[in-house]
């Protein structure tokens, strides 16, 4: 007895040495970063290497407890005056003064960067004369230096689709590393921002961004590019399990996938008929992996295309015209997997889901896929409110959400900002500057078209798809908009729990309608406030008589 107790005290005693040891010694590169972007089995596992995802913004410093009502839904998420400031603090450097938006101290890396035109009418990009710069590890030299827009907009060194223009926003997931500290300046008073960057460990080996490795990196960079914007060039074949049936009203039927340590790699479904809109959200998604149930969506969130067949390709779903649904989440599990589709529209619909399998190994870091819904009609824009996306408990990492939302009038909905809190803070360590900033778009009264990235996407807002687009501007949000974001670099750890939520803030006092899937990996013992609400899916929200009139 005693020497089977020492042996496992002893065999414990090297299993965290080992683990530490692999952890100190996974050096984080451009190379690794880059790598890391779209490999779709690591985001199956909780991090190796830990940090936490956090982000500085211009979102209003007045915001501080809320408690404090007024200052915590203000809505002044930007720079006007230099004693309303939005921003770190001012420096001067060689008789200049720049304005510090970003600052962080020990090994990280900048993960993601949104900005938006100052100027929305203008179609010229960029539309600013202030100069970034970007000094690392404590250097009096920037690293990066040019033009705030033009860096991030996919017309400066970093190239598209690491970063683009998307609607009225520059936006950037290039990996910039760092071994000792970061800081950003401004060269004159910026606008919005938001700078997401990874904290990692004290001690994490880190090798510091530079032009030379940038360079040296190109073929790898050009090589991710094209599979980002292929998603479906480097999933592995396996075994595909099909259903093809009739599914009659308040129906329910499901597949069993193959027995073993196994993990989806793609999934597809698709219906018969979409002329119905509503039939997206009344078709639900249920998936059980070992024995528990860790998905229930309705199939219009779960895949990003909202109410109605939207048509939009990004790097883990895509949506084709021709009606079908497509998820490439791998999705890991022990022993068993059931898929089942329940119908709860009231008329019989023809279904076909598909589901590919391969090997997996699974290990103490393995996690099971989840998804999850809320719906919520009415939803009073006053007094102005947070809406829960989800609240989590337990080890995870968070990777996405789709949001629609239903807006009875044709001003702008959504400035509210999303508020961030992992592992009990007690103030969110992301507090962003309005709901289509989080989606990677600005001015969102008047951004009203169609738009698609490997990591987020409007398929959907008022009329306007991928199959009818926005002829001219207009300003006008009236009707439904479906907006969706998912994470590359930018995934979201948490140990202990994950709080996300939505500021409801509308220029208007109306009550709306809001729904949304949301997505994230965990352990068995990860649990959520989400669980399935029939009632609610069956609560479509109406469009007000003015929008249909109009259409």
Same mark, same amino acid.
């Given at each position: ?9 002893? +065999? ?37 290497? !830990? ?10 410093? @007045? ?41 962080? $101290? ?26 970034? %710069? ?9 690293? #990066? $230096? ?6 991030? !907009? ?13 609607? %009225? ?9 760092? @071994? ?38 190109? +073929? ?18 396996? *075994? ?19 027995? +073993?340590?196994?993990? #989806? ?51 883990? %779903? ?7 649904? &497509? ?8 022993? &068993? ?42 939803? @009073? ?6 809406? /829960?996306?989800?609240?989590? *408990? +337990? ?61 987020? @996407? ?28 998912? %994470? ?40 959520? /406030? ?22």
């Amino acid at each position: 007895m005693y020497n089977l107790t020492k042996n496992f005290i002893y +065999g414990i005693l090297i299993f965290a040495v080992t683990a530490c040891s692999q952890q100190k010694d996974e050096l984080i590169t451009i190379e690794s970063l880059l790598d890391d972007m779209i490999d779709r089995e690591k985001v199956t596992r909780f991090p190796n290497v !830990n940090f936490l995802l956090k982000q500085h913004s211009s979102y209003n410093r @007045a915001s501080k407890t809320p408690e404090d009502t007024l200052g915590w839904f203000n809505n002044k998420d930007h720079n006007t005056k230099e004693i309303d400031s939005c921003f770190i603090r001012i420096e001067e450097n060689n008789g200049e003064k720049e304005w510090v938006v970003m600052e962080d $101290e020990g090994p990280g890396a900048i993960v993601r960067v949104w900005m938006p035109f100052r100027n929305p009418d203008n179609p010229d990009n960029p539309d600013t004369d202030i100069i970034i %710069r970007v000094y690392l590890d404590n250097s009096d030299e920037p690293t #990066i $230096e040019g033009n705030m827009l033009g860096v991030f !907009n996919g017309t400066g060194i970093f190239p598209y689709p690491f970063a683009h223009k998307s609607l %009225r926003s520059a936006v950037s997931f290039f990996p910039i590393t760092y @071994a000792k500290s970061c800081k950003i300046t401004t060269s004159k008073m910026p606008f919005f921002y938001q700078f997401t960057y990874r904290e990692y460990d004290d001690n994490t080996p880190v090798k510091t961004f530079t032009m030379d490795d940038f360079n040296k990196a190109k +073929g790898l960079t050009d090589k991710i590019g094209k599979a980002l914007l292929n998603p479906e060039s480097i999933i592995s074949g396996g *075994k595909e399990t099909v259903l093809k049936s009739r599914l009659d009203s308040k129906k329910e039927e499901s597949i069993e996938l193959p027995k +073993g340590e196994m993990a #989806i790699q793609r999934l597809s479904i698709k219906l018969g008929d979409y002329s119905d809109p509503e039939i997206t959200r009344k078709v639900v998604l249920k998936m059980e992996f070992d024995g528990k149930q860790t998905v229930w969506c309705p199939i219009g969130d779960f895949f990003g295309c909202g109410i109605g067949l939207n048509p939009f390709q990004g790097w883990y %779903r895509t949506v084709s015209e021709e009606g079908t649904m &497509s998820s490439r989440w791998m999705m890991p599990y022990n022993e &068993s997997s059931k898929i089942t589709l329940v119908n709860l529209s009231d008329s019989s619909v023809d279904i076909e889901l598909k589901a590919s399998t391969d090997d997996y190994t699974w290990d103490t870091k393995s996690m099971y896929f989840n998804a999850a819904w809320r719906g919520q009609y009415p939803v @009073a824009t006053r007094p102005f409110s947070d809406w /829960n996306y989800v609240t989590l *408990k +337990g080890r995870g990492v968070y990777v996405g959400d789709a949001l629609t939302v239903m807006n009875p009038v044709k001003r702008w909905w959504g400035e509210g900002d999303e508020k961030i809190y992992v592992d009990g803070e007690d103030f969110p360590s992301i507090f962003g500057t309005g709901t289509e900033d989080y989606y990677a778009y600005s001015w969102g009264g008047i951004s009203n078209d169609f738009y698609e990235h490997p990591f987020h @996407a409007q398929p959907f807002c008022n009329v306007y798809n991928k199959l009818n687009r926005l002829k001219k501007q207009e300003r006008n949000t009236q009707g439904y908009s479906t907006e969706t974001r998912t %994470r590359a670099l930018d995934v979201m750890p948490f140990g202990s729990s994950l709080q996300l939520d939505m500021e409801v803030w509308s220029w208007t006092d109306c009550d709306m309608g809001y729904g949304v899937g949301v997505y994230w990996y965990g352990d068995a013992s990860t649990t959520s /406030n989400r669980t399935p609400d029939v009632n609610e899916v069956l609560n479509v929200p109406p469009l007000p008589e003015e929008f249909l009139s109009n259409k």
